[in-house]
């Protein structure tokens, strides 16, 4: 494994990538483990894939075990959080805050101690979400969304702690809000309008376009058997 520094060309200081056997780089090959996150807005489908995705995973790494987890919430601490975020309307720097508070306790109880103990690693959203969600969505500076990234994510190496790899379910948000008007009651964020989840989409996007080696971006307007179907194909190859 061949470390190289890419500073230069992230916009993110202090980050090292690996160069794993694929020649993809890596950030977290520091961790025998493997993380996944699942984003997107709501509606485009990523909780009908994720728990096939999981299983896929135990049949492939039969001997790994595979932790599927969520954002906001995965610990009982962010979980009581997240009953907050879904439902109170907050200033916004709230919850930006609230959001990462729970990121820094699911990171620290759930993610890093199953990624050092060499499992896999599924989260229903992670940081792209609150980019998306408080950046794009809401407006909240992007300064300061990087900064409680490299707070709450970065190690004391300097490393930052990010998803191996990121699936994205892209879909326009008109096309969304149908899908979910059929399915729920909504929740604080599904209740936005239209222009909102554009926005939010369009945040999902630059974060793709800024980590190419990261995400996978997903055509979310395809039906879930051929979205399956590139989902398997995904070569998911262990640091
Ligand atoms: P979601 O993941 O869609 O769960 P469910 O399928 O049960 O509705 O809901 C979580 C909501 O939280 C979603 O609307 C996006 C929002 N969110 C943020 O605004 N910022 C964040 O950092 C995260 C993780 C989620």
């Known amino acids: 494994m061949r470390l190289i520094d890419i500073n230069e060309k992230h916009p993110l200081k202090h980050i090292n990538y690996f160069l794993n056997s694929q020649h993809e780089y890596i950030m977290t090959a520091l961790y025998p483990g493997y993380f996944v996150s699942f984003e997107g807005i709501d509606g485009a489908g990523k909780s009908t894939h994720i728990p096939a995705f999981s299983q896929l995973m135990r049949e492939l790494h039969p001997s790994l075990e595979v932790v599927e987890t969520r954002e906001p919430g995965g610990t009982s601490l962010g979980e009581k959080l997240r009953s907050l975020l879904l439902d109170v309307p907050m200033n916004l720097e709230t919850e930006a805050l609230l959001m990462f508070a729970a990121r820094r306790e699911h990171i620290a109880q759930v ?6 103990a060499g499992k896999i690693v599924i ?7 609150s980019f998306a969600y ?9 300064d300061k969304l990087n900064a409680l990234e490299r707070w709450v994510q970065g190690r004391e ?7 191996n790899l990121t699936i994205l379910f892209d879909l326009p948000g008109v096309v969304a809000q149908e899908r979910r008007s059929k399915v729920r009651a909504p929740d604080k964020f599904e209740k936005m309008d239209l222009a909102f989840f554009e926005k939010v989409r369009q945040e999902y996007l630059r974060r793709a376009k800024e980590d ?17 179907q590139d989902l398997q194909s995904l070569n998911i190859s262990m640091p």
């Open 111 to 116: 993610i890093e101690p199953a990624l050092l």
């Open 123 to 129: 989260s229903d959203r992670f940081t792209d979400a």
């Open 134 to 142: 408080q950046g794009g969505g809401r407006g909240l500076n992007l």
């Open 157 to 163: 190496d300097g490393v930052l702690l990010q998803p």
């Open 212 to 228: 190419p080696q990261r995400f996978h971006v997903v055509d979310a307007t395809q039906t879930p058997e051929v979205i399956w």
